[in-house]
Protein backbone atom coordinates (compact mmCIF):
# COMPACT_ATOMS: atom_id res chain seq x y z
CA UNK A 1 0.00 0.00 0.00
CA UNK A 2 1.33 3.52 -0.82
CA UNK A 3 -0.01 6.60 0.91
CA UNK A 4 -0.21 9.52 -1.32
CA UNK A 5 0.02 13.07 0.27
CA UNK A 6 -1.11 15.21 -2.54
CA UNK A 7 1.41 17.57 -4.37
CA UNK A 8 -1.26 20.76 -4.76
CA UNK A 9 -2.66 22.02 -1.93
CA UNK A 10 -5.94 23.23 -2.55
CA UNK A 11 -7.09 26.43 -0.78
CA UNK A 12 -6.66 30.13 -1.15
CA UNK A 13 -6.61 30.17 2.91
CA UNK A 14 -3.51 27.90 2.51
CA UNK A 15 -2.00 29.45 0.40
CA UNK A 16 -2.34 33.23 1.70
CA UNK A 17 -0.68 31.64 4.77
CA UNK A 18 2.38 30.08 3.15
CA UNK A 19 4.10 32.30 0.88
CA UNK A 20 5.10 36.12 0.17
CA UNK A 21 5.73 37.11 -2.92
CA UNK A 22 9.31 37.44 -2.58
CA UNK A 23 9.85 33.61 -1.97
CA UNK A 24 8.50 32.82 -5.73
CA UNK A 25 10.91 32.36 -8.69
CA UNK A 26 7.75 33.75 -10.51
CA UNK A 27 7.97 37.15 -8.70
CA UNK A 28 8.11 38.99 -11.68
CA UNK A 29 4.63 37.61 -12.41
CA UNK A 30 1.06 39.68 -12.66
CA UNK A 31 -1.16 39.42 -10.10
CA UNK A 32 -3.79 37.55 -11.93
CA UNK A 33 -1.42 34.78 -12.41
CA UNK A 34 -0.47 34.73 -8.73
CA UNK A 35 -4.10 34.54 -8.22
CA UNK A 36 -4.14 31.17 -10.07
CA UNK A 37 -2.50 29.44 -6.83
CA UNK A 38 -5.24 29.84 -5.17
CA UNK A 39 -7.42 27.16 -6.57
CA UNK A 40 -6.81 23.72 -7.18
CA UNK A 41 -5.88 23.33 -10.50
CA UNK A 42 -2.09 22.37 -11.41
CA UNK A 43 0.22 25.29 -12.25
CA UNK A 44 3.49 26.18 -13.84
CA UNK A 45 4.24 28.66 -11.06
CA UNK A 46 5.10 26.23 -8.57
CA UNK A 47 3.87 23.28 -6.74
CA UNK A 48 4.04 22.06 -3.29
CA UNK A 49 5.56 18.63 -2.14
CA UNK A 50 4.12 17.64 1.30
CA UNK A 51 6.99 17.33 3.85
CA UNK A 52 7.47 14.10 5.92
CA UNK A 53 6.07 12.52 2.74
CA UNK A 54 5.84 8.39 4.12
CA UNK A 55 5.84 5.56 1.26
CA UNK A 56 4.76 2.39 2.58
CA UNK A 57 7.57 0.19 0.65
CA UNK A 58 6.03 -3.28 1.75
CA UNK A 59 5.55 -5.49 4.57
CA UNK A 60 4.17 -8.76 5.79
CA UNK A 61 0.88 -8.91 7.50
CA UNK A 62 0.62 -12.50 7.94
CA UNK A 63 2.88 -14.38 10.98
CA UNK A 64 5.84 -16.23 9.08
CA UNK A 65 7.26 -18.59 11.36
CA UNK A 66 10.48 -20.58 11.45
CA UNK A 67 12.25 -23.45 13.23
CA UNK A 68 15.53 -23.55 11.86
CA UNK A 69 18.50 -23.81 14.20
CA UNK A 70 20.58 -22.25 11.37
CA UNK A 71 20.24 -18.46 9.55
CA UNK A 72 16.70 -18.79 7.46
CA UNK A 73 14.98 -16.13 5.15
CA UNK A 74 12.13 -15.92 7.26
CA UNK A 75 9.92 -12.50 5.70
CA UNK A 76 11.00 -10.57 2.20
CA UNK A 77 10.42 -7.70 0.02
CA UNK A 78 11.98 -8.29 -3.34
CA UNK A 79 10.43 -5.72 -5.39
CA UNK A 80 12.22 -2.96 -4.49
CA UNK A 81 13.92 0.30 -5.70
CA UNK A 82 14.63 2.69 -2.97
CA UNK A 83 17.59 4.95 -3.30
CA UNK A 84 20.70 4.54 -0.89
CA UNK A 85 20.00 8.23 0.12
CA UNK A 86 16.64 7.68 1.08
CA UNK A 87 16.07 6.66 5.19
CA UNK A 88 13.64 4.27 5.83
CA UNK A 89 11.57 3.38 8.90
CA UNK A 90 10.88 -0.20 10.52
CA UNK A 91 7.90 -1.20 12.21
CA UNK A 92 8.23 -4.89 13.60
CA UNK A 93 6.13 -7.10 15.71
CA UNK A 94 7.77 -10.41 16.81
CA UNK A 95 7.52 -13.82 19.44
CA UNK A 96 9.17 -17.08 20.01
CA UNK A 97 7.39 -19.74 21.66
CA UNK A 98 8.23 -21.73 24.94
CA UNK A 99 9.72 -25.38 23.89
CA UNK A 100 13.56 -24.70 24.77
CA UNK A 101 15.74 -23.09 27.29
CA UNK A 102 17.60 -21.01 24.41
CA UNK A 103 17.31 -18.09 22.69
CA UNK A 104 15.75 -16.81 19.13
CA UNK A 105 17.44 -13.66 16.72
CA UNK A 106 16.01 -11.86 14.00
CA UNK A 107 18.59 -10.75 10.98
CA UNK A 108 18.53 -8.68 8.24
CA UNK A 109 19.59 -8.80 4.30
CA UNK A 110 20.12 -6.57 1.99
CA UNK A 111 20.00 -7.26 -1.78
CA UNK A 112 21.02 -10.67 -0.54
CA UNK A 113 23.62 -9.04 1.41
CA UNK A 114 23.63 -9.99 5.48
CA UNK A 115 24.16 -7.22 7.19
CA UNK A 116 23.19 -8.63 10.52
CA UNK A 117 23.51 -12.76 10.01
CA UNK A 118 21.43 -13.51 13.15
CA UNK A 119 23.21 -15.61 15.83
CA UNK A 120 23.03 -16.06 19.68
CA UNK A 121 23.62 -11.93 20.77
CA UNK A 122 23.54 -10.76 17.02
CA UNK A 123 20.90 -9.76 15.44
CA UNK A 124 18.42 -7.07 15.01
CA UNK A 125 15.72 -8.79 17.88
CA UNK A 126 16.84 -10.87 20.37
CA UNK A 127 15.16 -13.12 22.84
CA UNK A 128 16.01 -14.33 26.53
CA UNK A 129 17.55 -18.58 26.77
CA UNK A 130 14.52 -18.68 29.22
CA UNK A 131 12.03 -21.49 28.42
CA UNK A 132 9.19 -19.31 27.98
CA UNK A 133 7.28 -17.43 25.24
CA UNK A 134 8.31 -13.88 24.66
CA UNK A 135 7.37 -10.62 22.40
CA UNK A 136 9.07 -7.95 21.28
CA UNK A 137 7.73 -4.93 19.24
CA UNK A 138 10.72 -2.87 17.89
CA UNK A 139 10.39 0.53 15.58
CA UNK A 140 13.90 1.71 14.33
CA UNK A 141 15.39 3.78 11.13
CA UNK A 142 17.36 3.11 8.75
CA UNK A 143 19.97 6.61 7.85
CA UNK A 144 21.02 7.12 4.55
CA UNK A 145 23.61 4.54 3.10
CA UNK A 146 26.86 6.66 1.61
CA UNK A 147 30.60 6.40 2.40
CA UNK A 148 31.79 7.03 5.64
CA UNK A 149 28.03 6.42 6.65
CA UNK A 150 27.65 2.44 6.37
CA UNK A 151 26.36 1.17 9.64
CA UNK A 152 23.14 3.15 9.34
CA UNK A 153 20.57 1.32 11.58
CA UNK A 154 19.29 3.38 14.44
CA UNK A 155 20.00 2.96 18.12
CA UNK A 156 16.55 1.17 19.98
CA UNK A 157 15.84 -0.67 23.02
CA UNK A 158 15.14 -4.21 22.99
CA UNK A 159 13.26 -5.47 25.70
CA UNK A 160 11.07 -8.86 25.74
CA UNK A 161 8.24 -9.15 27.34
CA UNK A 162 6.98 -12.47 28.94
CA UNK A 163 4.02 -13.13 26.79
CA UNK A 164 2.08 -14.46 29.98
CA UNK A 165 2.38 -11.77 31.98
CA UNK A 166 3.74 -8.59 30.12
CA UNK A 167 6.76 -8.32 32.59
CA UNK A 168 10.25 -7.71 31.15
CA UNK A 169 11.93 -10.55 30.25
CA UNK A 170 15.19 -9.18 30.76
CA UNK A 171 17.47 -6.39 31.42
CA UNK A 172 17.34 -3.96 28.76
CA UNK A 173 19.54 -4.15 25.55
CA UNK A 174 20.61 -1.54 23.00
CA UNK A 175 19.68 -2.65 19.24
CA UNK A 176 20.90 -3.87 16.85
CA UNK A 177 22.73 -6.34 18.91
CA UNK A 178 26.08 -7.15 17.84
CA UNK A 179 28.60 -6.56 15.22
CA UNK A 180 27.35 -5.73 11.75
CA UNK A 181 28.08 -8.93 9.37
CA UNK A 182 28.94 -6.45 6.42
CA UNK A 183 28.63 -2.72 5.97
CA UNK A 184 24.97 -1.91 4.30
CA UNK A 185 25.29 -1.57 0.09
CA UNK A 186 25.53 1.79 -1.09
CA UNK A 187 23.22 1.30 -4.12
CA UNK A 188 19.38 1.23 -4.18
CA UNK A 189 17.94 -1.05 -1.97
CA UNK A 190 16.13 -4.19 -4.41
CA UNK A 191 15.02 -6.22 -1.45
CA UNK A 192 14.60 -6.82 2.46
CA UNK A 193 14.80 -10.04 3.86
CA UNK A 194 14.57 -10.61 7.33
CA UNK A 195 16.05 -13.89 8.43
CA UNK A 196 15.76 -15.43 11.85
CA UNK A 197 16.96 -18.38 13.42
CA UNK A 198 16.43 -20.61 17.02
CA UNK A 199 18.59 -21.46 19.36
CA UNK A 200 17.22 -25.03 19.58
CA UNK A 201 14.40 -26.65 16.90
CA UNK A 202 11.71 -27.05 19.51
CA UNK A 203 10.97 -23.26 19.70
CA UNK A 204 8.76 -21.46 16.95
CA UNK A 205 10.18 -17.88 15.98
CA UNK A 206 7.92 -15.47 14.72
CA UNK A 207 7.57 -11.81 12.70
CA UNK A 208 3.95 -10.78 12.34
CA UNK A 209 2.44 -7.36 11.02
CA UNK A 210 6.03 -5.79 9.84
CA UNK A 211 6.15 -2.80 7.65
CA UNK A 212 8.92 -1.04 5.72
CA UNK A 213 8.54 2.80 5.09
CA UNK A 214 10.66 5.60 3.04
CA UNK A 215 10.69 9.20 3.68
CA UNK A 216 10.80 11.43 1.34
CA UNK A 217 14.27 13.71 1.35
CA UNK A 218 12.30 17.09 -0.30
CA UNK B 1 23.72 -30.41 1.68
CA UNK B 2 24.69 -34.12 2.01
CA UNK B 3 22.34 -36.24 2.09
CA UNK B 4 19.34 -33.63 3.43
CA UNK B 5 15.91 -33.56 1.08
CA UNK B 6 14.38 -29.55 0.56
CA UNK B 7 10.43 -29.71 0.16
CA UNK B 8 8.82 -26.68 -0.84
CA UNK B 9 4.77 -25.97 -1.12
CA UNK B 10 2.84 -23.39 -1.69
CA UNK B 11 1.11 -21.20 0.62
CA UNK B 12 0.67 -21.99 4.21
CA UNK B 13 -1.68 -24.84 6.66
CA UNK B 14 -5.20 -23.20 6.28
CA UNK B 15 -5.40 -25.23 9.50
CA UNK B 16 -3.34 -22.28 11.44
CA UNK B 17 -0.37 -24.70 11.99
CA UNK B 18 2.95 -22.49 12.17
CA UNK B 19 6.32 -23.60 11.65
CA UNK B 20 6.35 -25.44 14.99
CA UNK B 21 3.14 -26.69 14.66
CA UNK B 22 3.86 -28.59 11.68
CA UNK B 23 7.07 -29.87 12.37
CA UNK B 24 4.92 -31.81 15.77
CA UNK B 25 2.99 -32.83 13.04
CA UNK B 26 5.71 -33.95 11.31
CA UNK B 27 7.73 -35.85 14.12
CA UNK B 28 5.53 -36.05 16.82
CA UNK B 29 1.69 -36.35 16.25
CA UNK B 30 1.44 -38.25 13.19
CA UNK B 31 5.11 -39.58 13.34
CA UNK B 32 5.59 -38.94 9.34
CA UNK B 33 9.33 -38.36 9.04
CA UNK B 34 12.32 -37.02 10.85
CA UNK B 35 13.20 -33.35 10.15
CA UNK B 36 16.88 -32.09 10.14
CA UNK B 37 17.50 -29.80 13.01
CA UNK B 38 21.24 -29.73 13.40
CA UNK B 39 22.79 -26.20 13.42
CA UNK B 40 25.66 -26.51 10.92
CA UNK B 41 23.04 -27.32 8.28
CA UNK B 42 22.04 -24.49 6.48
CA UNK B 43 20.36 -25.18 2.81
CA UNK B 44 20.76 -22.18 -0.08
CA UNK B 45 20.54 -21.85 -2.89
CA UNK B 46 23.73 -23.27 -4.18
CA UNK B 47 21.82 -27.12 -2.96
CA UNK B 48 19.61 -27.22 -5.57
CA UNK B 49 20.14 -31.33 -6.28
CA UNK B 50 18.35 -32.14 -3.65
CA UNK B 51 15.14 -30.10 -4.04
CA UNK B 52 11.74 -31.16 -4.43
CA UNK B 53 9.04 -28.78 -5.45
CA UNK B 54 5.46 -29.31 -5.24
CA UNK B 55 3.12 -29.59 -8.58
CA UNK B 56 1.55 -26.71 -7.48
CA UNK B 57 4.11 -24.15 -7.04
CA UNK B 58 5.75 -25.18 -10.31
CA UNK B 59 2.13 -25.04 -12.06
CA UNK B 60 2.56 -21.04 -10.01
CA UNK B 61 5.75 -20.40 -11.74
CA UNK B 62 7.73 -20.79 -8.93
CA UNK B 63 10.50 -23.01 -9.77
CA UNK B 64 14.07 -23.34 -8.72
CA UNK B 65 15.61 -20.25 -10.84
CA UNK B 66 12.91 -18.46 -9.26
CA UNK B 67 14.06 -17.83 -5.80
CA UNK B 68 16.82 -15.38 -4.97
CA UNK B 69 20.36 -15.86 -5.59
CA UNK B 70 21.22 -16.58 -2.08
CA UNK B 71 18.39 -17.59 -0.56
CA UNK B 72 18.54 -19.33 2.84
CA UNK B 73 16.35 -22.34 3.63
CA UNK B 74 17.76 -23.19 6.84
CA UNK B 75 17.03 -26.13 8.48
CA UNK B 76 13.96 -27.47 10.04
CA UNK B 77 10.28 -26.14 8.98
CA UNK B 78 9.89 -22.57 7.28
CA UNK B 79 6.45 -20.59 6.73
CA UNK B 80 7.94 -17.86 4.28
CA UNK B 81 6.52 -14.78 3.06
CA UNK B 82 7.64 -12.82 0.29
CA UNK B 83 6.14 -10.63 -2.68
CA UNK B 84 6.38 -11.20 -6.28
CA UNK B 85 5.17 -9.34 -9.47
CA UNK B 86 1.61 -11.35 -10.94
CA UNK B 87 2.91 -10.46 -14.59
CA UNK B 88 6.21 -12.51 -13.94
CA UNK B 89 5.47 -15.47 -12.07
CA UNK B 90 1.59 -15.78 -13.29
CA UNK B 91 1.13 -16.88 -9.74
CA UNK B 92 -2.05 -18.59 -9.56
CA UNK B 93 -5.14 -16.99 -7.57
CA UNK B 94 -5.62 -20.57 -5.30
CA UNK B 95 -2.40 -18.81 -3.70
CA UNK B 96 -4.73 -15.93 -1.86
CA UNK B 97 -6.32 -18.88 0.26
CA UNK B 98 -9.42 -18.01 2.43
CA UNK B 99 -10.08 -14.22 0.99
CA UNK B 100 -10.24 -15.35 -2.27
CA UNK B 101 -9.30 -14.18 -5.29
CA UNK B 102 -12.34 -11.66 -5.58
CA UNK B 103 -11.76 -10.15 -2.17
CA UNK B 104 -8.12 -9.34 -3.14
CA UNK B 105 -9.01 -8.07 -6.54
CA UNK B 106 -10.82 -5.35 -5.21
CA UNK B 107 -8.17 -4.24 -3.38
CA UNK B 108 -7.02 -2.26 -6.43
CA UNK B 109 -7.97 0.72 -8.31
CA UNK B 110 -9.18 -0.54 -11.71
CA UNK B 111 -7.10 -0.95 -14.52
CA UNK B 112 -3.67 -1.01 -12.06
CA UNK B 113 -4.00 -5.29 -11.03
CA UNK B 114 -2.47 -7.35 -11.86
CA UNK B 115 0.32 -5.74 -12.33
CA UNK B 116 0.87 -4.90 -8.62
CA UNK B 117 3.27 -6.80 -6.20
CA UNK B 118 1.70 -10.01 -4.13
CA UNK B 119 2.69 -11.65 -1.32
CA UNK B 120 3.86 -15.30 -1.49
CA UNK B 121 3.72 -17.64 1.08
CA UNK B 122 5.50 -20.96 0.78
CA UNK B 123 6.53 -23.49 3.32
CA UNK B 124 9.33 -25.63 2.78
CA UNK B 125 11.31 -28.13 5.51
CA UNK B 126 14.60 -30.19 5.60
CA UNK B 127 14.57 -33.92 5.76
CA UNK B 128 17.11 -36.59 6.82
CA UNK B 129 15.63 -39.03 3.90
CA UNK B 130 13.03 -39.10 1.21
CA UNK B 131 9.78 -38.59 2.27
CA UNK B 132 7.70 -41.69 0.95
CA UNK B 133 4.68 -40.90 -1.75
CA UNK B 134 2.14 -41.63 1.28
CA UNK B 135 4.56 -39.46 3.38
CA UNK B 136 4.71 -36.58 0.88
CA UNK B 137 0.75 -36.49 0.55
CA UNK B 138 0.30 -36.29 3.46
CA UNK B 139 2.66 -33.72 4.13
CA UNK B 140 1.15 -31.74 1.61
CA UNK B 141 -2.54 -31.81 2.09
CA UNK B 142 -1.60 -30.43 5.23
CA UNK B 143 0.07 -27.34 4.10
CA UNK B 144 -1.29 -27.00 0.63
CA UNK B 145 -5.03 -28.47 0.80
CA UNK B 146 -6.00 -27.51 4.32
CA UNK B 147 -6.51 -30.80 6.13
CA UNK B 148 -7.25 -29.91 9.85
CA UNK B 149 -4.63 -30.98 12.53
CA UNK B 150 -6.00 -33.94 14.36
CA UNK B 151 -6.58 -34.90 16.67
CA UNK B 152 -6.36 -31.49 18.25
CA UNK B 153 -5.74 -32.40 21.52
CA UNK B 154 -1.91 -33.83 20.58
CA UNK B 155 -1.54 -30.17 19.95
CA UNK B 156 -0.72 -26.73 21.72
CA UNK B 157 -1.72 -23.75 21.56
CA UNK B 158 1.80 -22.82 20.45
CA UNK B 159 1.59 -24.56 17.38
CA UNK B 160 -0.62 -22.35 15.67
CA UNK B 161 -1.30 -18.99 14.51
CA UNK B 162 -3.96 -16.53 13.95
CA UNK B 163 -5.09 -16.63 10.30
CA UNK B 164 -6.81 -13.95 9.74
CA UNK B 165 -8.46 -11.73 6.49
CA UNK B 166 -7.57 -8.83 5.18
CA UNK B 167 -9.69 -6.13 5.75
CA UNK B 168 -9.95 -2.75 3.96
CA UNK B 169 -8.31 -0.24 6.50
Avoid at chain 2, 110 to 135: F, K, M, N, Y
Amino acid sequence: MTEIIPRIHAGSAHHAGSHKAANHSDQLATGAELTELTDSSETTLHSHVASGAVTREGGDTTEHTTTSTSAVDLSSITSLNIGALVPLHVSLRSRKTSGAADDADIGLKINSTSVFTPATNVGLLHYTTNNQAEELAVDFGIGARLTNYTFPISSYRLRPRISSSGAAASGTDDGPLGTYTNTFPLVAITSFILEGIVGNGSITLAVDEWHLYSRAVS
Amino acid sequence: MGDNLLYVFAGFPRSGLNAGGLQHAIERAEELAILEHKPEIRITKEDHGRVIISDRCKADGIDWPWFLERAAFGNGVTIHGTEARYSDNEVAHDLFGPEGWAEYEKRWTPGTCPQEDHVVHLTWLITRTPLPSAVYERVRELIEEGAPAEPRGAYEDKHFSEIRQWRAP
